[in-house]
């Protein structure tokens, strides 16, 4: 099988070719947020790179947040473009677990948070299984000292990865068991372990009504539910 994954759902601009579990080419740009403009021209290079056309394509995977909104919806809406256009299988992965699946430990607790502003945070806790991470609470968009009491329920070592940094002070004196000091590299995500993710999950049902995964409203949704209070809750992205 092989295998494009995507994920621009944050800072990095990452792309992977998979053949099956065989990574053939893979690229990580950190040093500026230019997605829209860079991120065709490196599906096109990587393709060229493993000798690939994109007809040669049986499956896109991609990471469909949570995440900055611009960057959810380039990796999106490319994904969609690419598996209607190519009549292939469409895959979306937790932004969140793909960063704990950077944790090589069985039974690891790994708790990756996005910095969500205003002591919020994009949050879940994952229990590594068999090499997969599993979600023992999902992902939220939450107060960050909510979100690390329900944690400290778990009395165990955790992993804290992604902008953990941002709240050293308050991880430190709110979970009493020690966390094991984390390599920078672990909290980037590594699109090949998001492209091997996606591999056995089974595709989106319906590609052209699916929509990124949020976790919150974007401000054009919270407008217009603020112009339309009669109408049902429902999703916004659909609308547009």
Do not use: C
């Not at 947040?65 to 992965?93: C, E, F, M, Q, W």
């Not at 329900?150 to 009493?176: C, M, N, Q, R």
Request: net charge negative.
């Amino acid at each position: 099988m092989k295998i494009l994954a995507i994920d621009t759902s944050n800072r990095p601009l990452s792309v992977a070719v998979l053949d099956d579990a065989t990574v053939l080419a893979a690229i990580t740009v950190t040093v500026h947020q230019k997605h829209a403009e860079y991120l065709l021209p490196e599906i096109e290079r990587l393709l060229a790179m493993a000798d690939l056309k994109p007809t040669d394509l049986n499956r896109v995977v991609v990471a469909a947040g949570p995440g900055s909104y611009t960057g959810i919806r380039i990796a999106v809406t490319t994904a969609k473009t690419l598996a209607a256009t190519l009549n292939i299988d469409l895959v979306a992965v937790s932004s969140l677990a793909t960063l704990a699946a950077n944790v090589p430990v069985e039974g690891a607790l790994v708790a990756p948070l996005f910095d969500a502003r205003n002591q919020n945070v994009f949050a879940g806790l994952y229990r590594i299984q068999k090499g997969r991470p599993v979600a023992v609470i999902d992902d939220a968009h939450t107060n960050v000292t909510d979100f690390l009491t329900e944690v400290k329920e778990y009395a165990e070592p955790v992993w804290f990865l992604g902008d953990a940094d941002h709240f050293t002070d308050l991880i430190s004196t709110t979970i009493s068991a020690a966390t094991p000091a984390v390599s920078s590299w672990l909290n980037l995500p590594q699109v090949a372990t998001i492209g091997l993710l996606g591999r056995d999950l089974p595709p989106v049902t319906d590609v052209d009504r699916f929509v990124p995964n949020y976790l919150r409203l974007t401000q054009a949704e919270a407008e217009w539910r603020a112009k339309n209070p009669e109408k049902e809750p429902e999703s916004y992205v659909e609308k547009i």
